[in-house]
């Protein structure tokens, strides 16, 4: 099998990237939100899945 070095290269910075926002987000709650309704959390959340925006698929739409 030949090696797909642009994937392999491409999942390295997929991974890099999510870790990335998963510590800045883990932060920032910790930070700014001791509950669900801090209403910057929720906007983030509502717009990361809106399906005219971010549309990320399985990203749930309220912040808990």
Not at 12 to 36: E, M, T, Y
Not at 55 to 62: D, K, L, N, Y
Request: proline share 8%.
């Amino acid at each position: 099998m030949p090696p797909y070095l642009f994937r392999e290269d491409g999942m390295q910075l997929w991974d890099a990237n999510g870790d990335f926002a998963a510590d800045f987000v883990n932060k920032i709650h910790k930070i700014r939100c001791r509950s669900p309704k801090d209403d910057a959390i929720q906007a983030w959340a509502k717009e990361t899945s809106a399906f005219d925006k971010a549309a990320v698929p399985g990203f749930p739409a309220m912040y808990y």
